[in-house]
């Protein structure tokens, strides 16, 4: 029997999970400056950590390709997501949020592919009928979302493009092997510079 995917307006993925693992909303400059300029207006505590970053050794500074959206009040939620209405800022909300529950998995420091967030309840109830699905089964079953999250796929990509077209001109220097202790010391002390694309 083939399924759709239908939400269930619970509101899980707007909201940090329990125990160790670490959600994560990931949203692009772009997103965070317009989620900021929304906050203001509305007078809504957003807060937004970064998310995927680069050290570039060459120019000792922090590459900011993504944030994610900072889950810390009282709820553990989105300030975005009221009980009542859900998400507030639906014909803006992020790419990641419009693909949800598709999602981009890392597969390596510079590839990522299209995915089903195990952690939506629609897809923990349909866990069976959706573990090892094919593409096109994926696309028909995720009718609106598949196509948002091939934008975010591209988004990501072009992004990805833009970091290794800067390193194939040596402007950028990313460094394959690093050490954590290293690592945290460039987070702690480097400047940041943002790399965006449209
Ligand atoms: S922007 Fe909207 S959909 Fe995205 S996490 Fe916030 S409330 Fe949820
Ligand atoms: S967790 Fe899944 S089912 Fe629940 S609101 Fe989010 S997308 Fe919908």
């Not at 509101?11 to 692009?28: F, L, M, S």
């Not at 994610?68 to 997501?81: A, F, H, V």
Request: glycine content about 2%.
């Amino acid at each position: 029997m083939s399924i759709k995917y239908e939400c269930r307006m619970c509101g899980t993925c707007c909201h940090e999970v329990p125990g160790d693992y670490v959600k994560r909303i990931p949203i692009y400059p772009d997103e965070a400056d317009r989620l900021i300029e929304i906050a203001k207006e509305r007078n809504i505590d957003f807060k937004i950590i970064e998310d995927l970053v680069f050290p570039d050794i060459k120019n000792k500074k922090v590459l900011v390709l993504t944030y994610r959206i900072k889950l810390d009040n009282e709820n553990k939620g989105c300030p975005y997501y009221l009980k009542s209405h859900g998400c507030t800022v639906h014909d803006t909300k992020p790419l990641a949020c419009q693909a949800y529950p598709l999602a981009l998995k890392r597969v390596d420091a510079f590839n990522f592919e299209i995915s089903i967030d195990p952690l939506c309840n629609f897809v923990i109830e349909k866990y069976c009928e959706l573990e090892n699905l094919d593409i096109e089964k994926l696309k028909e079953i995720f009718k609106e979302e598949y196509p948002k999250a091939e934008k975010f796929y591209r988004k990501n990509k072009k992004l990805i493009f833009k970091i290794r077209k800067l390193e194939a001109k040596k402007q950028i220097e990313i460094p394959r092997q690093i050490s954590l202790e290293e690592f945290n010391r460039y987070l702690q002390s480097w400047e940041r510079e943002e790399i965006s694309v449209k």
